[in-house]
């Protein structure tokens, strides 16, 4: 099994939608969370961390459920300008920063 | 967020040259360096891990005589491709981070052509 796993898509979905990705991790140990985008043939950017309580960001929500580990991403009312590969990101170490990069959900907004 | 510079953003060269790419953090401190790899249409996967002044730790697979790091300071560290080839072709991206963050920045990347 993986220690970070997405799926990988495309979610193609139409103006206006609401998707959700999700991504599951296999330490119980791990410390943070975190979504990043990746828009293509481009570094990938920091979306938004991921805390225990939930937390949203515009049209943006974050969730993490720790009893299932897995962490999830939900996107409302979807722009062409989402389009991205979204990266789901777990730091594994203890009191050290350990990323572990899933392999990347792509969405695709389409008019 | 940080400011990462990386330079050059994109190199064409010739098999059996080497390649540096440089990778400034300008306005924080990084006391470790990670530098990926990305394939097209893969993921981003880790070649080594550096802290200032330590040799990088490698990932399995990488190897550490020809991928040359070095993270002399806290601001700059670099990556040499040594007799570089054609599989070598990728887009490398730095990501330097600061102890005691819990946030993760990424140069702009170098895209590297191998002819």
């Known amino acids: 099994r993986k220690e970070v796993e997405q799926d990988p898509g495309p979610f193609n979905v139409p103006e206006g939608a609401t998707v959700a990705f999700n991504c599951t991790y296999s330490n119980s140990a791990s410390q943070s969370f975190f979504w990043y985008r990746q828009d293509c043939r481009k570094e990938p950017k920091l979306l938004m961390s991921?805390?225990?309580s939930g937390n949203e960001d515009g049209r943006f929500t974050a969730q993490l459920n720790r009893a299932s580990q897995y962490i999830s991403l939900l996107i409302r009312d979807s722009k062409l300008s989402d389009s991205a590969t979204y990266l789901c990101v777990v730091n594994m170490g203890g009191g050290s920063y350990i990323p572990t990069f899933g392999r990347g959900t792509s969405l695709i907004v389409h008019p | 967020g940080a400011v990462v510079s990386q330079h050059p953003s994109r190199v064409i060269c010739k098999s059996g040259t080497s390649v540096k790419i440089e990778c400034r953090s300008l306005?924080?401190?990084?006391?470790?360096m990670f530098w990926y790899r990305q394939f097209p249409k893969q993921s981003l996967m880790l070649m080594a891990t550096?802290?200032?002044?330590?040799?990088?730790?490698?990932e399995q697979g990488v190897e550490k005589d020809k991928f040359l790091i070095n993270h002399a300071s806290l601001t700059l560290s670099t990556l040499t491709v040594t007799s570089a080839h054609p599989e070598d072709s990728s887009f490398y991206i730095c990501?330097?981070?600061?102890?005691?963050?819990?946030?993760?920045?990424f140069g702009p990347g170098t895209r590297l052509t191998v002819l």
């Open positions: 550096s802290n200032e002044g330590s040799k990088a730790t490698y």
């Open positions: 991921v805390y225990s």
């Open positions: 306005d924080f401190q990084a006391t470790t």
């Open positions: 990501s330097p981070f600061q102890s005691g963050s819990d946030t993760q920045y």
